[in-house]
């Protein structure tokens, strides 16, 4: 039994919570099981419709029936796993320990104000993970070696844009130019050009949309499976212009 | 003794990818190990399946990607990490680069030279097999990884619960606290 | 390799008198900075760099180097680099460019490093005007880290990022054009990207970030190495 405002309480906490998740990244049935699953440690039903910006929420108390409903918007965050395995966790513990609504608000305000990954980190790993990757597709220690820089100077570009605050499309569409126009310096020293063209752009496939698109479409969430693909596909588009904007540079040493 | 080396060497920068490439998504720094082996194992299995077993590009990539998808599920468990996030970033060091490549590139050519109907058709040829081949081993990658997820639905769903001892020593102190 | 060394000697016979003139300019915007870092002198220590790059970009790949192959690419990566100076001298309110009291020793050894490159060249027995100038390519890299080691309180990773693929690109010149100049552009280079690196996480030490800096000082030291042993590896190659 719950009154009016304990209820309205929950639905509000369930809204940032789901709200959080589905702006970071997880895909749709990991959404709805774990918003779900927090109702449940609070004795409510919950049911939740997802569309790409918003969700509707709908919460009721099975014993008197009374039923609120309300429209969130989902955050357009950076995608953290980290947050996506910490909040599911958190999840499991408020429906095994049966918390009180309180704890877990002060848990899920911890847990979201930990500390993020450093940039300076993330461009260095990208590079390395760029440069192995030239190497998997069969590039000399030259092809390798400019896609390392390449995707340094491609890398950074994208986040010195992105804390510009410009649309993400042009960052892509730039960052994408600039890392292979880098890589089209290997032209100069007879190494594997094309691997290092080829590869030089890959740090900026959009991998975790596209997969978590596949997931949502095979588990039945397709028309939110399809807009995340869509929205992958159109990173993909700009990432082939940018990449179209070198090749037609250098396209005649390519032949 | 040469396909050894080949194989470790293939291992060893797909887990530099693997990790790589995941760290652009925040995971937790607990999870690094797991996805270097995991996307060492699968790429270096898809290796040997293209060039040892002569399977095609899409095949050895859906074995790889079951591969990577079963053995998330047991890692997963021991690291207490949902299984997308060990095996997304696995699964990216896979991801066909050359064939995508040349379909942007197939795509240029064929613009560039659409009077010439010999070179045109050409072009066009070549953009559709690579297309054709991009998206088909990218949908085989992203199906083979889930399918362990439909087959241990209980177990990949309870992946960040807490093991059952544990549970049972929180109850324990929450009935002490309640006398 | 013989048109390379063909252009070169094209450019530097006729354009001697700009690059005199560019290493003296280059001098007293770097004094005035250096005394009085005034809007004024910023500012024109900004139009300097733009101006030398668009210079590099125009007057000596899209010119002088047109019989190379690959000159459009290259030209045209100096001149983003240009727009960006240019971009930061307009721009009003641009804050950075102070001087930086801790490399007071280092930095200008490495702002005078191009001028290096005239006396190995003819060390090695080169005659003029088929020798390496300051107002190349890579002299102008080096001179651009100098500066923002000198200079730069917050450093544009962007910037000493595509620097720092100059100096990739220097190690294969090394063997390419057989062209040990090069040596003094990737030492340089690595020097002084590492110290402003070294700096950037000291200031950033206590942000709440994931992994600990010192995880990341210690990648940033070993790709410094990994350098290292490539130039070691290509000039053993030699």
């Known amino acids: 039994m719950k009154t009016e405002e304990q209820l309205q309480e929950t639905l509000d906490f369930i809204g940032e919570y789901a709200g959080q998740l589905l702006g970071s990244g997880v895909h749709t049935s990991r959404v709805v099981r774990n918003t779900k699953r927090i109702g449940r440690s609070q004795d409510i039903n919950v049911h939740i419709t997802t569309f790409q910006r918003t969700a509707i929420l709908t919460v009721s108390d099975p014993e008197t029936h009374r039923t609120l409903t309300e429209v969130i918007d989902i955050p357009q965050l950076p995608i953290s796993f980290e947050l996506n395995s910490n909040l599911s966790a958190l999840s499991w513990r408020a429906a095994d320990r049966h918390m009180p609504l309180c704890d877990i608000r002060e848990e899920y305000r911890r847990l979201v104000s930990r500390p993020k990954i450093n940039p300076l980190f993330v461009m260095l790993m990208a590079s390395l993970a760029n440069a192995s990757f030239c190497r998997l597709f069969g590039g000399d220690l030259c092809a390798v070696c400019i896609v390392f820089s390449s995707t340094l100077v491609g890398f950074s570009l994208k986040q010195e844009l992105q804390k510009m605050g410009l649309n993400h499309f042009i960052v892509f569409i730039l960052s994408a130019f600039m890392a292979s126009l880098c890589a089209s310096s290997a032209l100069v020293f007879n190494a594997d050009a094309e691997v290092a063209l080829a590869t030089s752009v890959l740090f900026l496939i959009p991998g975790v949309p596209l997969i978590n698109g596949v997931i949502d479409i095979v588990e039945g969430h397709i028309l939110l499976g399809l807009s995340r693909i869509i929205n992958a596909l159109l990173l993909v588009v700009c990432l082939a212009i940018g990449l179209s904007a070198t090749l037609l540079l250098v396209k005649n040493s390519l032949l | ?179 | 390799m013989e048109t390379f060394w063909q252009t070169i000697s094209e450019y530097n016979s006729h354009t001697w008198p700009v690059q005199a003139a560019a290493a003296v300019m280059a001098a007293a915007a770097v004094t005035a900075l250096r005394r009085r870092p005034t809007a004024a002198t910023r500012r024109c220590m900004r139009l300097l760099l733009a101006a030398m790059c668009i210079w590099t970009a125009v007057a000596y790949y899209f010119i002088y180097c047109s019989p190379r192959a690959y000159n459009t690419a290259l030209g045209i990566f100096w001149l983003i680099m240009g727009g960006i100076w240019l971009f930061g001298a307009v721009r009003k309110g641009g804050s950075g460019l102070t001087p930086v009291r801790k490399h007071r020793v280092i930095a200008p050894i490495i702002m005078a490093a191009p001028l290096a490159y005239p006396l190995i060249s003819l060390a090695r027995g080169m005659t003029f005007p088929q020798i390496v100038t300051p107002l190349m390519p890579c002299g102008l890299a080096v001179f651009t880290v100098g500066v923002m080691l000198a200079f730069a309180p917050r450093p544009n990773i962007f910037i000493l990022m595509m620097m720092f693929h100059w100096a990739m690109i220097g190690i294969f010149k090394i063997r390419h054009f057989s062209m040990p100049e090069e040596i003094v552009t990737v030492a340089a280079i690595v020097t002084g990207i590492f110290l402003i690196l070294r700096d950037y996480i000291a200031v950033r030490y206590n942000a709440r970030l994931k992994p600990r800096p010192r995880v990341i000082a210690g990648i940033a030291s070993a790709i410094c190495i990994l350098v290292i042993i490539l130039l070691v590896y290509v000039l053993a190659g030699c």
Not at chain 2, 18 to 38: E, Q, T, W
Not at chain 2, 42 to 67: E, N, P, Q, T, V
Not at chain 2, 82 to 93: E, G, Q
Not at chain 2, 114 to 128: C, F, H, K, Q, V
């Open chain 2, 1 to 179: 003794m040469n396909i050894v080396y080949e194989l470790i060497a293939d291992g060893f920068f797909a887990a530099i990818a693997g990790m790589g490439f995941g760290a652009i998504s925040d995971p937790p720094l607990k999870a690094f190990p797991g996805i270097g082996i995991l996307a060492a194992l699968g790429h270096a299995l898809r290796y040997a399946l293209m060039d040892y077993a002569g399977i095609d590009i899409a095949s050895a990539s859906f074995c790889a990607a079951l591969l990577i998808g079963f053995m998330s599920l047991l890692l997963g468990e021991r690291l207490r990490c949902p299984m997308t996030v060990l095996y997304i970033p696995a699964l990216l060091p896979m991801i066909p680069g050359m064939y995508a490549y040349r379909t942007v590139f197939s795509m240029i050519m064929f613009m560039q030279n659409i009077g010439d109907a010999a070179l045109s058709s050409e072009y066009m040829a070549a953009l559709l097999l690579n297309a054709v081949v991009t998206v088909t081993v990218i949908f085989a990658l992203a199906v083979g990884a889930t399918i362990p997820i439909f087959l241990f639905k209980e177990k990949a769903y309870s992946m960040t619960r807490e093991k059952p001892r544990n549970r049972k020593r929180h109850d324990g102190n929450v009935l002490a606290d309640n006398k």
